[in-house]
């Protein structure tokens, strides 16, 4: 499975759009791009996950370039209960033999 | 989304007893069932992939005579930590997935061990 690369922290302020990167310059063409969070001492919640179109549902947008070495987590109006430590994650479908492979994530704080 | 529980939510035992730690799916049936473990401040871990009927699969590392993991039904597995001893104190973590064409995996809300 591809590895990613996020920041480890990110401020925001509340009512703001959080956009949150993430790099996976290797990933392969079968890879889907997954995000999750986890709210301290809580287990990870999904959040959107995407092959190569951009995707929406009602907690963020997921944009992912063309050549899909990269994407980004757009929280259009973030709020003081989405802070959390947000977790991109590239696999192959599990029928595929896919995993998910958590790395250290992106600390999120969203400010008043 | 689908719904995953655990029982219990935490748990302190003394050292060298075993506990079991139980992961449900409540509204779907999930042919495989995934354990991790988390320490404080840092990134979880994947420990073992249990398919439903079958053995399940341990990561490199990960002892599985120490952790015994059941997935007895589409709905059911568990995790038997035995012999417990003070660094096996963890965030123990389940997810499920159902197989289908969607194919996303759902977390439980953890259990906390403490081994004293």
């Known amino acids: 499975d591809a590895k990613t690369t996020q920041p480890p922290s990110m401020d925001c302020a509340e009512g703001r759009a959080a956009n949150l990167p993430c790099n996976h310059s290797t990933i392969s063409g079968n890879e889907y791009v997954y995000w999750y969070r986890q709210i301290h001492s809580q287990g990870p919640q999904y959040i959107i996950h995407g092959l190569k179109n951009n995707e929406t549902n009602e907690m963020a947008s997921l944009i992912i370039t063309e050549d899909r070495k990269s994407s980004t987590l757009i929280l259009p109006h973030a709020t003081l209960r989405d802070t959390a430590v947000y977790y991109c994650?590239?696999?192959?479908?599990?029928?595929?033999?896919?995993?998910?492979?958590f790395g250290q994530g992106t600390e999120l704080s969203v400010k008043p | 989304g689908a719904v995953v529980s655990q029982h219990p939510s935490w748990v302190i035992c003394k050292s060298g007893t075993s506990v079991k730690i139980e992961c449900r799916s409540l509204?779907?049936?999930?042919?495989?069932m995934f354990w991790y473990r988390q320490f404080p401040k840092q990134s979880l871990m994947l420990m073992a992939t249990s398919n439903e009927g079958s053995k399940a699969t341990y990561e490199q590392g990960v002892e599985k005579d120490k952790f015994l993991i059941n997935h007895a039904s589409l709905t059911l597995s568990t995790l038997t930590v035995t012999s417990a001893h003070p660094e096996d104190s963890s965030f123990y973590i389940c997810?499920?997935?159902?197989?289908?064409?969607?194919?996303?995996?759902?977390f439980g809300p953890g259990t906390r061990l403490t081994v004293l």
């Open positions: 994650i590239v696999r192959v479908p599990y029928n595929q033999g896919g995993k998910l492979i």
């Open positions: 509204d779907f049936q999930a042919t495989t």
């Open positions: 997810s499920a997935n159902s197989g289908a064409s969607t194919d996303t995996q759902y």
